[in-house]
């Protein structure tokens, strides 16, 4: 996942020049602000206190930050090749990333020092270790004082290049960093562009476009056209503000079929408001709508994107506090246990080795070979460990950090967030044993302009390139243990390149305990 001891390996000259430029030169920057007017200040509690406002002196919880590297690096496909990607990777939330969590950070942890408490910079060789103990930190690399700061060294977004590009060389994944934030939050995404070992003679720009998001300034939107693109050397923070929930994706929009083919493409999911509704507040509203608190029916919304309503989840939904949602759905349609993002694309491996090899590619003949689900063909759907690859100078490289076996509580519900990033094909996943309800499409809640519910079950879904959709896999009446598959039924997407029995397939595990026993962060039993 994360490249380490890049400087052993020999910097083109061009990134040998970029490390020798002093700090004042150099280009790279961070962007993480503790509060807003949107947002202010918060007190203890984490909420404004408006009868003492010398309280509020928190980040506020809803500013949300992420450092992700535009360059370059390798996958390992199940059938051993390694393939060469133009890639994200991440600078930021390592910690959570190697939990295969996203590496979405509020402000009170993005912002922390890269050097610590003696004055030792952190060692960013233990960072990239693929031991899950060394993987702790999730503050932004490379952010250290700036001793040209009044007063002198404050962390303000300067940051030490020399650490974004040990850890950011080379450290391309597939997928992407994901990214997920809360409905109402703001995001500050920073992307450094730290350029591409494996091609010097390639200067390519980057940026970052939310497809389907609904952003509304084309300057953050990173279609360079009507944006802006970021060069070798260079950092840009966009700014989004998280409008709706639901599933989106996003990518580079250089170039985008050369780029995604190469594999520079993500996934991001927005959380609904309903989440926060806590328990207090949703006995409170059964009783303002006279819903029965044994009924487990909620209020349903009279429009489709329930406008101007306070959700109200089914009760019993979760046991206490707040439940966990898809969307408002304003009657708990969507509730879910644990939730599974799940990335289809494919590679051409002759369109990845012809680029590695400084020779153009041929589109017309692009014709994917390898089929994968979080970056990964089965059986390494299924490893739960990182997938590595050796890099030239011996040491691993975890660059496929995600699985997508899916685990479900016995009686509990699994949200799959599909997304197909593939630029040559369709891709289609079936079901066996557990019906698929399908209650989003393309970041949408299925309901009509009455709020009449459009959701379905099916045992399969098709997406094409750009789509998402929105499933939840129910187990309510299925008894652990028992295992499903989740395949593709187009028999040739269920090969690795040459040999048979892999691509786009996953197991689906239904366990013996209940939700009340089950971590949703390790997707095991307690």
């Not at 500013?63 to 390798?74: R, T």
Request: aromatic share 8%; glycine share 10%.
């Amino acid at each position: 996942m994360l490249s380490t001891q890049v400087v052993r390996r020999g910097l083109p000259t061009i990134l040998l020049a970029l490390l020798a430029l002093p700090a004042m030169a150099q280009s790279f920057r961070v962007q993480c602000p503790s509060s807003t007017q949107l947002h202010p200040l918060v007190n203890a509690a984490g909420v404004v206190d408006t009868s003492d406002p010398t309280s509020n002196i928190y980040p506020n919880p809803h500013i949300k930050c992420q450092q992700l590297s535009g360059g370059d690096g390798f996958a390992t496909m199940a059938d051993g090749t390694q393939t060469y990607l133009f890639s994200f990777g991440p600078l930021s939330g390592l910690g959570d990333i190697a939990k295969g969590l996203p590496g979405t950070q509020p402000a009170s942890e993005f912002n922390k020092s890269n050097v610590d408490s003696s004055g030792n910079v952190l060692d960013a060789v233990k960072i990239g270790a693929p031991d899950g103990a060394a993987y702790a930190f999730n503050g932004a690399i490379g952010l250290v004082p700036d001793p040209e700061s009044v007063p002198a060294n404050q962390l303000d977004g300067h940051v030490d290049p020399r650490l974004i590009m040990d850890v950011g060389v080379l450290n391309g994944n597939i997928p992407a960093p994901m990214i997920a934030i809360d409905e109402g939050d703001e995001l500050f995404l920073t992307l450094t562009n730290v350029g591409m070992i494996m091609r010097p003679d390639l200067f390519e720009q980057h940026t970052v476009h939310f497809h389907g998001y609904a952003n509304a300034s084309s300057f953050f939107d990173g279609v360079p056209d009507a944006s802006i693109a970021i060069n070798i050397g260079g950092s840009f923070t966009y700014y989004y503000l998280a409008p709706e929930a639901g599933t989106y994706i996003w990518h580079c929009h250089i170039s985008p079929p050369e780029h995604l083919q190469m594999g520079m493409v993500g996934q991001l999911y927005v959380r609904p408001k309903q989440n926060a509704v806590s328990g207090d507040l949703k006995a409170a509203l059964q009783t303002a709508n006279q819903i029965s608190a044994t009924s487990g029916t909620g209020v349903k919304c009279n429009d489709i994107l329930c406008a101007g309503q306070t959700p109200l989840p089914a009760v019993g939904a979760t046991s206490t506090g707040a439940g966990k949602y898809a969307y408002n759905d304003g009657d708990g349609s969507t509730a879910y246990d644990v939730e599974y993002p799940i990335q289809m694309h494919g590679f051409d491996p002759n369109f990845h080795f012809v680029g590695m090899t400084f020779n153009p590619e041929s589109f017309v003949d692009n014709k994917d070979k390898f089929f994968l689900l979080n970056g990964r063909s089965y059986p390494d759907t299924v490893n739960p460990n990182p997938l590595s690859t050796q890099a030239s100078d011996g040491t691993p490289h975890f660059s496929q950090p995600l699985p997508s076996v899916i685990n479900i509580p016995q009686g509990g519900k699994a949200l799959l967030r599909f997304s197909d990033l593939n630029v040559t094909e369709f891709h289609t996943l079936a079901s066996l044993g557990i019906p698929m309800h399908v209650v989003g499409f393309n970041a949408r809640l299925l309901r009509d302009l009455d709020g009449n519910n459009t959701d379905y079950y099916t045992n399969s879904i098709t997406l094409g390139g750009g789509e998402s959709v929105d499933v939840i896999l129910d187990a309510t009446n299925v008894a652990g243990p028992k295992k499903f598959y989740l395949y593709t039924p187009q028999l040739d997407h269920l090969s690795n390149d040459a040999e048979n029995f892999g691509g786009m397939m996953t197991e689906v595990n239904v366990l013996t305990c209940n939700p009340a026993s089950f971590n949703p962060l390790t997707k095991k039993c307690i």
